[in-house]
């Protein structure tokens, strides 16, 4: 898999005209042909699959249109509630009802009350007033729907429908948005063939099934000493150190979702999350303190030399650095407990800059599944990961 370009295959752009893995864009999933390649150059077949950072269940689909069981973790309520429900198995019976149901939203959407907007911070720059009061009246149509698994369903295509009504432009970590006066002609005609069209595309990809359903779990994967079983193969691609915040990216879904109800509960979550500095996880991060002793002596000098670069953030990355790897740290050892001999880990995971100094992540993470008990920690890289030539995202292998 050496691969120095920037090859588009090996990321979520690569998913998004493959069936359910394109439902919805989640900019740091990976590639579905990356699982595929990892799972085809295991030289035993995968009985039990391990994946710890779930995210859009790229892992997962894989697996499950393999046959092969897997469960999956993620702190995100929001995620593990959407990689259960882009991973099951619908019988015909709900695929039709998905389609009646559709059909009867966009007859009389006219006739719905619209719910309660968002409490998203400043959600007029987000949607114009016509199509939130579209979206407000779509989410009360899908929530007046018995049935849990056809509901669902239509939450994806909400999902999906919100984004593309909204001013926010996905293109660069820190979201943009458009002049709003550049989307301003909407009425509910526009909004229903819109869903409509989201509609059809989820309902054609729901009747494919998966062979085998993956158990997903809504739970933090630095504690997994306790699960109770013997997994053969963990593959993943956990939170690089670039300061991402999926809690960020994903609030406008979550918010409309109810999975979040105030900035405050957003940053509770992104403190948990590995790499989550969103919000109040700024303080937390600066009075935080390493005292696990389970970081290498040349982490420790990187992150020195990090806080004394000539910026006001110096001393605060430094922080992020060392708490991002501490809490990989203890995650690979909860990974190790659960593990069968002979198992294999493969992680895909991205290196980092900070004002001149590499955080060598592929280096680090090789280091610290060795100190985790793992045998035979061995790296490569996959791609370069944009035109600085310094930035590469690795595979990452060790055997328990
Ligand atoms: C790079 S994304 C995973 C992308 C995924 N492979 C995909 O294709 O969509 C990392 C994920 O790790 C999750 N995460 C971060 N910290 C976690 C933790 N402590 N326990 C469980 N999941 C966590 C985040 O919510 C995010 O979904």
Redo the contacts with the bound molecule.
Sequence with gaps: MEKSKQNAQYT?KYNKSLGRHGWLR?T???SVKIVQQIIENLDYKPQNVLE????????ELVCANLGIPSVA????PF?AWFAETKTKQYVAEITQEFTDTTENIIENIGAFNPCEYPPIYRIERWWGAKQLDFLARLKSAILDIDNASVRDLHKIAFCRTLISLSNAAFNHVSTSFKDSTENSYFDDSIGIEMYDSVCHTIAETAKIQPIVEPIIIN????NLDSCGACFDTVI?????PNRIS?IRELRPYMYWLDYLSSSDAASALDW????GTWGSATSKLSSWKYKSGLLPEYLLDIADNISKADNKSAELMAQYVLKYFD?IAK?LRSVYECMCDGGTVHYIVGNSNFYGNTVPSEKIYSDLLVAAGFQNASYQIVRKRNCNKELFEFLITAKK
């Design positions: 979520f989640l740091p999933a990976y710890p950072f779930s995210g859009s269940g790229t892992t973790y993620d702190i995100n995620l739970a933090n994967s630095m993943t691609s956990p939170p690089y999926y948990e999350t590995i790499g809490d995650h």
